[in-house]
């Protein structure tokens, strides 16, 4: 597929047709990786995409514990104000 480059202010871009967004799952964001003879173009993934799943397979596999506990001993709580 060729096209155009076009002029941006003092720049130069293409634009992407719609169908070609949606294909590649194209948001705000792309990633642009400068190889020896081509640029390549990637889908930048919205943050903390497909964590449910990883941590849905964590709780599963017994992976989900605490490493430390959620409370230490040498915490005083009283100097904290709750109100």
């Known amino acids: 597929m060729k096209v155009p480059v ?3 202010g003092n720049s130069k871009g293409i634009i992407l047709g ?3 967004l949606e294909r590649y799952n194209i948001g705000d964001k792309i990633e642009i990786v400068m190889k020896e003879d081509h ?4 889908p930048v993934p919205p943050p903390r995409q497909g964590w449910d799943e990883a941590f ?5 596999a017994g992976d989900d514990e605490l490493l430390i ?3 230490l001993d040498d915490d005083i709580l009283e100097e904290w104000d709750w109100e």
């Not at 640029?39 to 990637?42: C, S």
């Not at 849905?56 to 599963?60: I, L, T, Y």
Request: no cysteine; aromatic share 0%.
């Open 56 to 60: 849905k397979r964590m709780h599963e």
């Open 18 to 20: 719609k169908t070609i």
């Open 39 to 42: 640029l390549e173009l990637n």
């Open 6 to 8: 076009i002029r941006i």
């Open 69 to 71: 506990p959620d409370v």
